[in-house]
């Protein structure tokens, strides 16, 4: 009785090991969107922040898929908005959706973050994103641990400018070499921001090593190499998201 008693409670714990194994495969890792803490468009006294278009689009497509996302900014809390257009039906959707309209308004800081809970990092844009991405080390590291995981590292827009700075192992920048898009000096200068932003995102990659592509002014424009999606403009903020979900159902 003991022996048979022994070898149901073995057979029991090797079902329930695999069980939980099986599960913990089949959890999809969650994403993380980084979103600027930024308010104001250097001395101009314009206000600034993340582009709502360019986190509500892409956070459709991949919320409706069913990936859990979290959000976390340089300095956490209660990030700037721009581009605040309810009349657009998604902006709509994501600013009455109480949970993630929560979620972004306690948005992490850097330190909040465990790289290993997440499958992507995605830098959303708006003009912030050109004062508080580039230099934010933590930020950084956080997206360089999660591409050496196998992850990805996306953008749109402005968002890239979180990318000029990374890092990966092998002391390469991640965009030496790689197919790379964002905002373009034509658009920087459509704005009239040539000489109000930091630098020049378009510049700015293409010293890191960046192959870089564009279309025209506000054209839906989206580059995937080597687990790296970017997009030019808002216009791209879907299709940035529909990119990070084909490559995640690889």
């Known amino acids: 009785m003991k022996k048979l008693?022994?070898?149901?409670?073995?057979?029991?714990?090797?079902?329930?090991?695999?069980?939980?194994?099986k599960k913990s495969k089949n959890m999809k890792k969650k994403i993380l969107f980084v979103v600027t803490s930024h308010d104001k468009k250097g001395s101009t006294g314009e206000d600034t922040g993340y582009y709502l278009g360019e986190v509500s689009h892409p956070w459709e497509v991949l919320h409706k898929a069913g990936y859990e996302i979290d959000f976390v900014s340089?300095?956490?809390?209660?990030?700037?908005?721009?581009?605040?257009?309810?009349?657009?039906?998604?902006?709509?959707?994501f600013w009455e959706n109480k949970e993630y309209k929560n979620k972004i308004d306690h948005s992490m800081t850097p330190s909040q973050v465990n790289p290993k809970e997440y499958s992507t990092i995605f830098y959303a844009g708006g003009h912030g994103a050109m004062w508080d991405f580039a230099d934010n080390k933590e930020l950084s590291d956080i997206a360089s641990e999660i591409y050496e995981n196998g992850g990805i590292v996306a953008g749109v827009c402005h968002g890239p400018a979180g990318l000029v700075n990374i890092k990966l192992n092998n002391g390469k920048y991640l965009v030496d070499g790689k197919k790379i898009n964002a905002f373009t000096n034509e658009e920087e200068a459509e704005v009239k921001l040539t000489d109000v932003v930091p630098f020049l995102l378009e510049n700015k990659l293409k010293e890191r090593g960046a192959q870089f592509e564009k279309s025209g002014l506000w054209q839906n424009h989206v580059v995937t190499d080597q687990r790296v999606i970017t997009g030019q403009n808002p216009q791209s903020a879907k299709s940035v998201g529909e990119a990070i979900l084909k490559e995640l159902n690889k």
């Open 5 to 21: 008693a022994f070898l149901l409670l073995a057979v029991f714990t090797i079902g329930f090991v695999q069980a939980q194994t």
């Open 74 to 93: 340089p300095k956490g809390g209660t990030p700037p908005v721009d581009g605040f257009d309810l009349k657009d039906p998604v902006n709509k959707e």
